[in-house]
């Protein structure tokens, strides 16, 4: 087998169809980050004419350092052919050395173990062979993290993925909890209404981002980072940003029609004596249509009669679609948008034939008083699955250099966390 560079186009063909790819490891990811500073290399194993192995190669200098190397939720090849991982791995170390690297960061989109839609483990089915591969070959782990609060590592290691493969949609949504097949019927009550978002509205989900980091305790990115990331993928239909807005005028003139359907009602079964619960009922009813009709009112003179609410940011390529960003005003979270942009993804997925739809990032602590147990939740409401991935890696390639750089870069995050507090 030989170890080689690819072309793009060589890549692409590869890269689309592995069981193992993101939208991490697609051609035009190189395009988004090099406006931040990232060289870009596509490199491959082939035996004979037929590709087994590649990734797609980020590069940048760490000053006073020389280059940090990173395959985004690489590498592209079948984990259970360890021969294949030793040989693409002596090829990659060889390259790395003629480009004055000091190592190399991986993040695998492969399993640790088996997870259930609970989070709870599938006995015997560590990857302990790879672990123990990984690490004869120079790669040194990074460690399991459990709260997205302590994570360090680039990408989630904690994700969950909603299985579509040759599902229609109606087995999907019986396959739903009670609670999240309520709160998608509620959300069509509401008067919401998606918008394909494009280069001029996309401050409207940069807004959204922006709220939800404040709450969430997140950074977020400029909004000059979603533009380029969107100009250069959308021309390519590799991406979709959707817009939830709520039309408040129309909640208010439906609660004022059901407002006099209620008096009407009333007013006939007054005087009947067959009739004083429903007339209790009708009384509650009521009660709930005046005040809503109030808050309507409040909203309205204070936001406007329609206001976009929520967003989701869509990545689409080879067999999944990944559910990136995720944003909500919190005072409008009730009208339960984000089940309705979920739902409508998934639909989109299932008509488009994509075999998975990920739902991305999760906290690893499921007990339902963790911080991060409501995200889960929402997700888990779904039916989709735990999946815990390996982790992530570095392949030194100077030790020496490593230590240090090591060293220096932790003592540079302490000082920061100490500015902060």
């Given at each position: 087998m030989e170890f080689v560079t690819l072309s793009e186009k060589e890549f692409l063909d590869y890269s689309k169809k592995s069981p193992y790819t993101s939208f991490f490891q697609m051609p035009l990811w190189a395009e988004v980050k090099k406006d931040n500073g990232w060289d870009s290399y596509f490199v491959g194993l082939k035996d004979g004419k037929k590709i087994v192995a590649a990734t797609l190669l980020l590069s940048k200098k760490i000053k006073f350092f020389k280059n940090m190397f990173y395959a985004?939720?690489?590498?592209?090849?079948?984990?259970?052919?360890?021969?294949?991982?030793?040989?693409f791995t002596n090829g990659i170390k060889k390259f790395l050395k003629?480009?004055?690297?000091?190592?190399?960061?991986?993040?695998?989109?492969?399993?640790?173990?088996?997870?259930?839609?609970?989070?709870?483990?599938?006995?015997?089915?560590?990857?302990?062979?790879?672990?123990n591969k990984l690490k004869e070959l120079g790669f040194v782990h990074n460690g399991f993290y459990i709260d997205q609060d302590k994570k360090t590592d680039l990408e989630p290691r904690w994700i969950s993925v909603l299985d579509i493969n040759g599902m229609t949609m109606d087995e999907l949504y019986s396959n739903m909890r009670k609670s999240c097949k309520w709160r998608i019927n509620n959300s069509r009550k509401n008067a919401l209404k998606i918008i394909e978002a494009d280069e001029d509205n996309l401050f409207e989900f940069k807004n959204l981002m922006k709220h939800t980091?404040?709450?969430?305790?997140?950074?977020?990115?400029?909004?000059?980072?979603?533009?380029?990331?969107?100009?250069?993928?959308?021309?390519?239909n590799l991406v979709r940003v959707l817009l939830v807005e709520i039309n408040f005028k129309e909640l208010l003139d439906n609660s004022k029609k059901s407002l006099e359907e209620n008096l009407k009602k009333q007013e006939e079964f007054k005087g009947?004596?067959?009739?004083?619960?429903?007339?209790?009922?009708?009384?509650?009813?009521?009660?709930?249509?005046?005040?809503?009709?109030?808050?309507?009112?409040?909203?309205?003179n204070e936001y406007g009669e329609k206001k976009i609410i929520a967003g989701g940011w869509y990545m689409l390529y080879g067999r999944e679609i990944n559910y990136l960003f995720g944003a909500s005003y919190k005072q409008f979270m009730k009208y339960n948008s984000q089940y309705?942009?979920?739902?409508?993804?998934?639909?989109?997925?299932?008509?488009?034939?994509?075999?998975?739809?990920?739902?991305?990032?999760?906290?690893?602590?499921?007990?339902?008083?963790?911080?991060?147990?409501?995200?889960?939740?929402?997700?888990?409401?779904?039916?989709?699955?735990?999946?815990?991935?390996?982790?992530?890696?570095?392949?030194?390639?100077?030790?020496?250099?490593?230590?240090?750089?090591?060293?220096?870069?932790?003592?540079?995050?302490?000082?920061?966390?100490?500015?902060?507090s």
């Open positions: 985004p939720r690489g590498f592209l090849l079948d984990y259970n052919n360890l021969d294949i991982l030793e040989e003629d480009k004055n690297a000091l190592f190399l960061k991986i993040n695998p989109y492969v399993d640790y173990q088996e997870r259930t839609v609970d989070g709870e483990v599938v006995p015997n089915t560590e990857k302990t062979e790879l672990m980091a404040e709450r969430r305790e997140f950074v977020d990115r400029p909004l000059s980072y979603y533009l380029n990331m969107f100009k250069i993928l959308k021309k390519h009947r004596g067959n009739k004083e619960k429903q007339l209790k009922e009708l009384e509650l009813e009521k009660e709930r249509l005046d005040e809503k009709i109030e808050t309507l009112e409040s909203t309205i309705l942009l979920q739902y409508e993804m998934i639909n989109y997925a299932v008509e488009n034939h994509y075999e998975a739809f990920n739902f991305y990032g999760i906290d690893g602590n499921f007990d339902e008083h963790s911080k991060g147990f409501g995200l889960f939740d929402f997700k888990r409401g779904f039916n989709a699955c735990v999946h815990e991935l390996v982790g992530e890696f570095d392949l030194v390639i100077d030790k020496g250099r490593y230590s240090l750089y090591r060293f220096s870069f932790s003592l540079y995050k302490k000082i920061k966390k100490i500015f902060k």
